[in-house]
């Protein structure tokens, strides 16, 4: 049995490959866990990634509409007051 594998391999060959990329930059080789795009080392295990509805995740709301214009105003009131002190001096 020279050159042949004794276990049916095909099927593990055409199993869909792992997205990710390594650190050299080339990309993963692993098989994919079945019905994700990952492998078991990129993200495709079980219970990787945040977890459903992460407190640490929600938006700080530092950089909303609202908020932004608050700071523009603010900005254009504070450059407005200098401009009047230095017409009192």
């Known amino acids: 049995?020279?050159?042949?594998?004794?276990?049916?391999?095909?099927?593990?060959?055409?199993?869909?490959?792992?997205?990710?990329?390594?650190?050299?930059?080339?990309?993963?080789?692993?098989?994919a866990v079945r019905g994700k795009r990952r492998c078991r080392m990129h993200g495709g295990a079980e219970g990787s990634g945040a977890p459903r509805g992460n407190k640490n995740a929600l938006k700080h709301g530092l950089y909303t509409r609202v908020a932004i214009e608050e700071r523009r105003q603010l900005s254009a009131l504070l450059r407005r007051s200098r401009e009047l002190i230095k017409l009192i001096e």
Request: charged fraction near 25%.
């Open 1 to 31: 049995m020279t050159g042949e594998h004794p276990q049916k391999i095909e099927a593990m060959l055409a199993s869909p490959r792992c997205g990710a990329r390594t650190r050299a930059g080339r990309p993963c080789m692993s098989p």
